[in-house]
């Protein structure tokens, strides 16, 4: 064999084995940025998500008054007793936090979401359910006839409606 191909058999056999060293490297590397989590399956999350997500909740925290203050503003007729979160929250495709919680103890009825910019520091969008948002209703703007009849349709138990006019503070 001439020396001009023993030099290359030897370049190509060091090339080979470089580049599978170096694919070994990166798998590894590649590797020790992920970490696993067991939630009925398995779920890969980079850590870079993790520090996301914990960022999200503090944030979170830091804006639960807030949320709670617009909730309160909301309330015309004083009937928030209390404010509930639930403990997990949601980011969204676009970046948006995702907050739910409930009014009054009652998260089948009276629940809310709150949603959230990173490093807005305030609340960019709320909503609720029907019955969060009757009861945020001001009547003032209605005749009477009208209000009577939404209230009718609205609730058409008079338990219901009952409870309805004592969280507005038409009923004793």
Request: net charge neutral.
């Amino acid at each position: 064999m001439s020396f001009v191909k023993k030099i290359l058999i030897i370049g190509s056999i060091v090339l080979i084995v470089i580049l599978g060293i170096s694919y070994g490297i990166l798998k590894i590397m590649n590797k020790s940025d992920q970490i696993t989590e067991e939630t009925g399956g398995k779920q890969t999350v980079k850590k870079e998500e993790k520090s996301d997500r914990k960022k999200a909740e503090e944030y979170v925290g830091k804006m639960k008054p807030k949320i709670k203050e617009h909730l309160k503003k909301e309330d015309i007729h004083n009937f928030i007793r209390t404010i509930s979160f639930e403990d997990n929250i949601e980011i969204n495709p676009m970046g948006r936090i995702i907050v739910n919680g409930y009014i009054n103890d009652n998260p089948d009825k009276f629940y809310f979401s709150a949603d959230l910019i990173y490093d807005s520091n305030k609340v960019d969008g709320m909503s609720y359910s029907e019955d969060v948002g009757n009861r945020f209703t001001d009547w003032s703007e209605y005749s009477k006839e009208v209000k009577e009849k939404y209230i009718k349709t609205a609730y058409p138990d008079k338990k219901e409606r009952e409870q309805y006019l004592k969280d507005i503070g038409e009923m004793k």
